[in-house]
């Protein structure tokens, strides 16, 4: 088998093979591969967005916390802008030409990024520049007007936990891949928690464009065409009339406010001041700059963010906990002499009749009677030693939900601190540390931290007698029914039948001989109530209060934590009672409770407060 | 009248008729590319309309050629040409005007020429000129040299230009020399170096040794004319191959095994190679092909490492960038990757017959550059679909193919050489500038012949193929 190629040949067969080569990748990417046609057809039709109208947020009652208005985005596509008048468009819109100018040279810097795209020009121009604008829009070939929606806020409350709406950013971008460039999203509060039903989805009209540019007309006649769905409306479990109470009586003052409806778990209100005004919302970014120059830091949520030491409050925990442990009854009385001596150990107390029992040591909020309980608790013979009673004790802490986040739908909840057993085995060195030297947290100082959130919580579950349903803003419905955290019992560790003697102690904390809640009473509701008052390195001690009503049954339970307010009494107390009775009577009695409603009013306590220099 | 007739009769028209439709379905695609709605194929002052005014020159100047120049002219002047042209591109190194990045235009009042595509014709010219003097040989060193040093003087000037993509069009000059009784053994192992050098570096050293060795194992059983037996080993060998890396990867093997599947394959062809090469010295000293074979083979796995080593331990950064570059490994930062994708979806969205003409929309959005150019080739495959695509490779292969065969069968050596020489500058332009509209080449910026706007190529591949279409017809009436 002998075949003979001349040189000719040979050279023509070389060609021959490479143009055959040629013509088989030719036959691949034209006819076989599909996805270059794909990406033509991306480059030559024309997508236009249409944007949905975002849901309405609606408070309990049905009243609109939030709506929407139209405004208009001026949108310019660099390559089919042709010749225009720039005078012409800064008088329609009010701009500098400078301004102009500053445009379109970052549209040439990223041209090719941007191709046949539209940029924003001008965001939220109002409706009179729109129809000023479209009246001569022939002038200005390239430019665009896309109708947006921008938010309404018809009552001035709750500018936090609404949250607001801005443009996404790349990182924004990055993490939800469903947005592009110039869409808009819920960043904080609800406005960020229930992004997905308020958004609703974009749709968009697709033209063709000719082999200039120019949009020939609707690609297919609109049978691609998607149209937009409108955001669903979300009903919340805020009462706006209350929350624009707890704003106004808040005002010039640092701190939270959290009220719970107990039998629901459902949040009424949430304050945190000072707060964003809902005015500032709608244009977040032109008061960001001032909103985060404010020292008092108003984008902070404190109501779920601030975790402090709760003071006098948290005795109510120890005192439940001493109860199921066994070590402590109704009737176990204990002395104090202006407060609790042992070895170098002193903790101090106010001057009250003693001994005293259970509920008179809630009343009065006896710190000695505390540090024997929290003593009982440690050095239990049950135990084989502190760190096993110790972390028994943990358990029962964050059975209530402290030192954890709670699963509310607050978007930044945070879990707060209760302390470990390594806490201390840090601090003093491993089995160096004794119940003595953990006596702070029999009075609910040292190394804890909880968040309002947390003391309504509690507080709620004491008015429940034994539990609590997770805290939450939002109302389900038959589209949307609750979460199932939010419809779930929980239970502390405590058993049911120990809350009553501790709702006994709070009230008579408000109607009892030498109760430190008495300013707290509101005519008509059986109140219940426990001051605190909770030491901190940083000026004077933070005033807290906690009270549900009514006693039997109870509505509302409510948590005040007044930063540098002082005792229990002077401001939490007042705040959270005006609260309560704002609620259950609707209006305030005369007299003495409008005097101290208009004290509150009054009241301003940001001198006191420290300005801490704030990281960046 | 009757004789003039006659003449034209006996012109080549196969190639004259593919030469004008390539033309014009040129000019027509790069009026598509630029044109309004509403243009004016003839308006002068836009780049179609240019376009026509080249075309008329070149058309003029094609005329002259095959009817009034006498056909001896470019063999007795052919070096007076070649010197002519090389003192332009030293003109053009000091007087010219840069453009994208190279300097190979010089201006003559508001005409702009490139010096570089006439130097093919006169390259050609005088090689064939060297090469067809009576009982030349491409047999000894002197005469080697005396054909390579024109080859080298323009592709050095040519590279002091910038214009890499140009130099590369010489490498088609190989094949002339082949033709003309250089071992095709040269050229096939020049073609395996770029070819293995490119190879380790775009996929692995352990892909190329084994293209390697299936070529070594194809080529030494064909020349042995053993084609069963070189069947039987190769199929196996090359699956073998395939599947050793794999093999390898088995935890139990992997475990005991030390040496990558890179290691293996040169150590033991190697190995095998070495053994072969002392065998053949002893027994077989007349078996000179066969230990030849096993020597390229041998040092065909020493290059790959080579380069292997070379590339990933000696070279600096910025010269690995380079070479990536070239390769089209990484995009420079003109976005070469950017042009090279936006210029196959362009052909890609053509499908099988097209979006018609003027419909294009990638290439005339102005997604694909030098569209008019370099480029040209995306719009007919967009706007012509496969079919046309097929149209014009069919075109240039009667074109090519009908100058190969009447070169071949010339009875004047200069007519041969020089035919030869116009087919491979072809060839080359083609290849080069279709592969890289389609991802087979890297990006390298050189014209589609005939097809391309650009006044300069246009002329000087007219020139060039009138001249040929002239020595043809004159040979007729010898």
Same mark, same amino acid.
């Given at each position: ?145 896309? !109708? ?67 949009? =020939? ?208 085995? =840090? ?118 209060? /906690? ?53 509150? =009013? ?15 | ?84 042209? /090389? ?45 067809? =003097? ?158 030849? !074979? ?94 046309? !695509? ?89």
């Amino acid at each position: 088998m002998k075949f003979y190629l001349s040189k000719r040949n040979t050279i023509l067969l070389v060609l021959f093979v490479i143009f055959l080569i040629i013509a088989i990748r030719l036959f691949s990417i034209q006819i076989v591969d599909k996805q270059y046609r794909e990406t033509a057809a991306n480059n030559a039709l024309k997508y236009v967005t249409i944007y949905p109208a975002r849901g309405r947020i609606l408070d309990r009652y049905g009243n609109t916390l939030v709506e929407n208005k139209i405004t208009y985005d001026i949108m310019v596509s660099p390559r089919t802008v042709e010749e225009f008048d720039t005078l012409a468009i800064c008088k329609i819109f009010g701009l500098e030409p400078e301004f102009v100018k500053e445009r379109f040279a970052s549209y040439s810097a990223n041209a090719r990024k941007i191709g046949y795209g539209a940029m924003p020009f001008l965001k939220q121009v109002s409706s009179e520049q729109y129809n000023a604008f479209a009246e001569r829009a022939y002038l200005f070939p390239g430019f665009d007007a896309v !109708a947006r929606t921008a938010r309404v806020y018809p009552i001035n409350a709750g500018g936090n936990l609404i949250g607001y709406v801005s443009e996404v950013d790349r990182d924004y971008i990055e993490a939800h891949p469903d947005y592009k460039s110039g869409d808009y999203a819920g960043k904080t509060g609800l406005e960020r928690a229930y992004e997905s039903r308020l958004s609703g989805e974009k749709g968009y009209t697709v033209y063709y464009r000719d082999s200039r540019g120019r949009i =020939k007309g609707h690609y297919e006649d609109g049978a691609a065409d998607k149209e937009a769905v409108a955001g669903g409306d979300i009903t919340t479990t805020i009462d706006a009339e209350l929350q624009a109470y707890g704003e106004q009586l808040m005002k010039n003052k640092v701190g939270s406010v959290v009220a719970i409806e107990p039998s629901t778990g459902e949040i009424l209100t949430l304050i945190s001041s000072p707060g964003i005004d809902v005015n500032q919302l709608a244009e977040i970014n032109k008061y960001y700059k001032e909103i985060s120059d404010n020292p008092y830091n108003p984008m902070f949520n404190r109501t779920v963010q601030s975790a402090q030491p709760p003071g006098s409050v948290f005795k109510l925990v120890n005192g439940l906990i001493g109860l199921q442990e066994g070590v402590l009854s109704r009737e176990t009385r204990y002395p104090c002499s202006r407060g609790y001596t042992s070895g170098s150990v002193h903790v101090g107390c106010h001057g009250h009749p003693s001994p005293i029992n259970l509920p008179q040591s809630i009343a009065m909020s006896c710190n000695a009677y505390y540090c024997y309980v929290l003593r009982n608790i440690m050095d239990n013979r049950k135990y084989a030693n502190i760190e096993e009673s110790f972390n028994k004790w943990r358990e029962y802490v964050t059975s209530f939900g402290f030192g954890h986040k709670l699963g509310s739908d607050v978007p930044y909840e945070l879990g707060g601190n209760v302390p470990t057993v390594n806490t201390y085995n =840090k601090l003093h060195g491993k089995g160096r540390w004794k119940s003595l030297s953990i006596i702070s947290l029999s009075i609910g100082q040292g190394e804890l931290g909880c968040t309002p959130l947390h003391l309504a919580n509690f507080c709620a579950t004491i008015a429940n007698r034994g539990w609590f349903y997770t805290p939450h803003m939002i109302k389900g419905d038959d589209k949307y029914p609750l979460d199932s955290a939010y419809t779930v019992k929980n239970y502390p560790m405590v058993d049911a039948k120990y809350f009553p003697l501790i709702v006994e102690g709070m009230n008579m904390s408000v109607y009892g001989d030498g109760g430190t809640s008495h300013v707290a009473q509101v005519p008509g509701v059986n109140m219940c109530g426990k001051t605190g008052t909770a030491q901190n390195p940083h000026g004077d001690d933070h005033s807290v209060f /906690i009270c549900f009503a009514p006693k039997d049954n109870p509505k509302i339970a409510v948590a005040a934590y007044i930063e540098n307010g002082g005792f229990g009494a002077t401001w939490a107390a007042p705040i959270a009672s005006l609260i309560v009775e704002k609620y259950l009577n609707g209006e305030i009695a005369e007299g003495t409770r409008t005097e101290l409603e208009k004290r509150v =009013k009054n009241g301003y306590l940001l001198n006191k407060v420290p300005v801490r220099k704030r990281k960046r | 009248m009757n004789k003039r007739r006659n003449s034209y009769r006996s012109l080549d028209w196969t190639m004259i008729v593919c030469y004008l439709v390539l033309v014009l379905f040129g000019w027509l695609n790069i009026f598509s590319v630029l044109h309004g709605d509403s243009g004016n194929i003839f308006d002068f002052g836009q780049k179609y309309g240019m376009h026509f005014i080249w075309i008329c020159i070149s058309l003029i100047t094609g005329f002259l050629i095959i009817r009034v120049l006498p056909a001896n002219i470019w063999q007795s002047t052919s070096w007076i040409l070649y010197g002519g042209v /090389i003192l332009l591109l030293m003109a053009t190194l000091v007087l010219g005007v840069s453009s994208h990045g190279s300097q190979s235009w010089i201006s003559i009042g508001s005409f702009r020429l490139q010096p570089a595509e006439f130097s093919k014709i006169t390259t050609s010219l005088v090689l064939a000129t060297i090469m067809s =003097k009576y009982g030349f040989s491409l047999k000894g060193m002197p005469n080697i040299i005396k054909v390579v040093w024109p080859l080298l003087l323009p592709m050095a000037l040519i590279l002091l230009e910038k214009e890499t993509g140009s130099v590369l069009v010489y490498v088609g000059f190989l094949v002339v020399l082949y033709r003309e009784g250089m071992s095709g053994w040269l050229i096939a192992i020049g073609f395996m170096t770029v070819l293995e050098f490119i190879l380790t570096i775009i996929t692995s050293p352990y892909v190329a040794m084994c293209v390697g060795l299936s070529v070594f194992l194809l080529v030494f059983f064909a020349h042995r004319e053993e084609y069963l037996l070189g069947l039987l080993v190769t199929v196996p060998t090359v699956v073998f191959l395939i599947f050793f890396p794999k093999i390898l990867a088995i935890e139990g093997i992997a475990a005991v095994n030390q040496l990558s599947a890179d290691a293996w394959l040169a150590i033991i062809t190697a190995a095998v190679a070495l053994f072969f090469i002392v065998r053949m010295v002893i027994r077989f000293p007349r078996k000179r092909f066969e230990r030849n !074979a096993f020597i390229v083979l041998l040092c065909g796995i020493l290059f790959v490492l080579s380069v292997q080593f070379l590339y990933n331990n000696i070279l600096q950064d910025h010269q690995r960038n380079r070479i990536d570059v070239f390769l089209g490994l990484v995009d420079d930062p003109r976005g070469v990757g950017y042009n090279l994708h936006q210029s196959m979806v362009a052909i890609g969205s053509g499908g099988f017959a097209g979006k018609g003409f003027g419909n294009g929309t990638q290439t005339s959005l102005g997604y694909v550059p030098e569209q008019e150019t370099d480029f040209i080739f995306c719009t007919i495959g967009e706007e012509w679909g496969f079919l046309g !695509a097929l149209f014009v490779l069919a075109l240039y292969i009667t074109l090519i193919f009908r100058i190969i065969i009447t070169a071949d069968r010339a009875k004047d050596a200069f007519t041969r050489i020089y035919g030869y020489c116009v087919a491979m500058c072809i060839t080359v332009h083609v290849f080069i500038n279709i592969g890289m509209t389609i991802g087979l080449m890297p990006v390298i910026g050189i014209p589609l012949p005939f097809l391309s706007y650009g006044g300069s190529a246009l002329l000087a591949f007219t020139i060039m193929l009138a001249i040929f279409v002239k020595l043809e017809f004159n040979e007729r009436r010898i």
